[in-house]
């Protein structure tokens, strides 16, 4: 088959399609990747610590319902606290499932101890509040107080743990996101410089015979016919264009 000129120019003009859907299809492979990085921070490290903090407005959604009934007796606090002590139970529940380092699992299950170890200070004062027994004000201002403390102080230690993460991923992405540019970059100049490559060969390749059969005919149009055959590796309508020249510069110098 003929690979004519105009395949050529087909073929050229493909090449750089390819060479930049290439590049535009990497960039795009690589952007997602950063996209899901990010989505990925966002959805871990970043929940954890909300899923923490929560639950120490929990506690204090405990600690507000069981006073308000310790002070007034109103049992619509106490329906108040434990509405919080079973979504502190929910929240705890959830945090045992996004935990997977050793770390980060072992104050997890202390936080759940001393919200059971705090539970149970509760009953206790709850127990003193229905047989009218002051002691539950002992309570309040001794275990109470010290096991609340305890339990922010291991929610902090945990939220700290989540933010350390948090500031190493978003290092880790940050790095990675610069590794993008300078990729896409590359890439890119690569492509442009494959297209100048590709676009300047096959000038030459068409353009090379042209000069070479005008210079020719420049040389025996003044009357130099002892020229030889212009030689050229075209195949296509350029080559059968040169091949024709050189039978009638043979023609035209043969002596008549």
Do not use: W
Not at 78 to 88: C, N, P
Not at 197 to 205: C, E, H, P, Q, V
Request: negative net charge; hydrophobic residues 40%; proline residues 1%.
């Amino acid at each position: 088959m003929k690979f004519t000129v105009a395949k050529k120019l087909i073929l050229g003009f493909l090449s750089v399609l390819f060479l930049f859907g290439l590049v535009a299809g990497l960039s795009n492979y690589e952007l997602g990747n950063v996209n899901r990085n990010y989505n990925k921070l966002i959805d871990g490290n970043v929940s954890e610590v909300i899923l923490v903090k929560t639950l120490k407005a929990e506690l204090m959604n405990e600690a507000g319902g069981i006073r308000g009934y310790l002070l007034t007796g109103d049992s619509t606090y106490l329906s108040d606290y434990e509405s919080a002590r079973k979504r502190m139970e929910h929240h705890i529940e959830q945090l045992h499932k996004v935990t997977d380092q050793n770390e980060e699992k072992e104050l997890s299950k202390e936080l759940e101890v001393l919200h059971n170890r705090y539970q149970s200070i509760i009953d206790k004062e709850i127990k003193f509040k229905l047989e009218d027994n002051n002691a539950y004000m002992s309570l309040v201002e001794t275990s109470d107080k010290q096991v609340s403390q305890e339990f922010n102080q291991k929610a902090d230690e945990l939220v700290k743990f989540y933010e350390s993460q948090l500031n190493a991923s978003i290092a880790e992405t940050t790095d990675y996101v610069k590794f993008v540019q300078v990729f896409v970059l590359a890439i890119t100049l690569a492509a442009i410089v494959a297209a100048m490559l590709i676009a300047y060969n096959i000038s030459r390749i068409i353009s090379r015979p042209i000069n070479l059969a005008a210079t020719t005919i420049d040389k025996v149009a003044g009357g130099d016919l002892s020229q030889e055959d212009i030689k050229v590796k075209n195949s296509d309508e350029i080559g059968e264009l040169i091949l024709s020249l050189n039978k009638g510069f043979a023609v035209c110098g043969q002596p008549g």
